[in-house]
């Protein structure tokens, strides 16, 4: 067997490999054994006719499907990973055979792979830098969460609804002056600023005292799924029955102590801003390196195969199936109550899908020429940093670390070490 390379178009190497004609018998062989029990020829039980009989019976090109795949699979992956300094397959090549005679074969494939990407420039741009603070409003909110896990519900007679609160309202919706199904309810319980109605609803409904009546009008969305109220100005009649609002326990060190583990209300709302802090500091982070990488892509040119593409699609349609589980839906139900084929939603994700595997292309390239690598005493200590964060030692916790587990580490250090020196090479604008 031998075989040879050759760059093609649109991030593609040609693969053209000749087999003597001692191999293509030996396949045409090894294609007889594994197929022979499918084949019937007179005179002969299923499968048990010789080779010879059954190509005189079916014609002499019987095997050679499988005799290619035999070819195929026992030396495709090897040469990939002989090639593999040379290029990167990202997909399922696109097979033919060039030459059949008796002397000998040729197959070739058109293997999609990893693309060369160019980078106009990474160093001396101007580029968004995202910094959060954490308000005392915000810690307050924070804070008053833990209240209002223990709540208790009250009746409210002495002011108007407002949000948060749950009302219970009569409604009646019309269309050009008609009432249309689902429109009409008595005594519905609505949560005030839940989202739950058509928007402009709530908001509108605040403000009503008990026992008010109140026409209000909103407008349908362009996309609401019952089409004959798409993009249309509706009308609701709303009567306020009554208005339920929350009164929540008072802030005090022992009720801290009993139900957040802090000794004092000045600790507990130390702790929740630290907290707060931490959660700005990661917000702050992750929208400046995907700002830096955003800036750079634009100088960037890249001709990337397809087959990446769909690949991160199935990430990303994966991902989102998981999200819609862990609500109780399955996708292929919601596609079908959002109307749509698989195909279409599939291509919802493609600019997006496009756009982080030319980032990733982008961090791979810069993290290559700048030879930016974890050594070996930096995973050390982020090991020893994880294990202290679980209470063991870094030796203890060493012995439970599997060799992804150790990739992940490197990697999250090199892409620490990359964006560090981003920021440093840039004009970075608060």
Known sequence: MK?????????????????SKEEWDGAIAEAFKRTRGKYTVPGFRKGKAPKNVVENYYGKAVFFDEAFNVLYSEHYLAILEKEKDNFMAVGEPELSVDDLSDEKVTLSAVIPVKPEVKIGAYKGLEIKKYEYTVTDEEVLNEVNKILDREAKTIDVTDRPCAEGDTVNINFSGSVDGEKFPGGTADNYDL???????????????????????????????????????????????????????????????????KHAGSDTVAAYTAKVKERLEKQAASRGRDETENSIIEAISKTAECDIPQAMIEREIDRMVQDFSYRLMYQGLKLEDYIKYMGQT??????????????????QLVIEKIVKDENITASAEEVDAKIAEQAASVGKSAEEYKKNIDPRQQEYITNDIVITKLFAFLEENNNMVK
């Open 3 to 19: 075989y040879t390379t050759a760059a093609g178009e649109k991030s593609t190497v040609k693969l053209t490999i000749d087999f």
């Open 191 to 257: 949560v005030l600023g839940s989202g739950s109605f058509i928007p402009g609803f709530e908001a509108q409904v605040a403000g009503m005292n008990i026992g008010e009546d109140r026409d209000i009008t909103v407008h349908f969305p362009a996309d609401y799924q019952t089409e004959n109220l798409r993009d249309k100005d509706a009308v609701f009649a709303i009567h306020l029955n009554g208005i339920k609002g929350k009164q929540l326990p008072e802030l005090t060190d022992e009720y801290v102590k």
């Open 342 to 359: 698989m195909e279409q939603f599939r291509a919802q994700f493609a600019d997006q899908a496009k756009t982080r595997v030319l980032s």
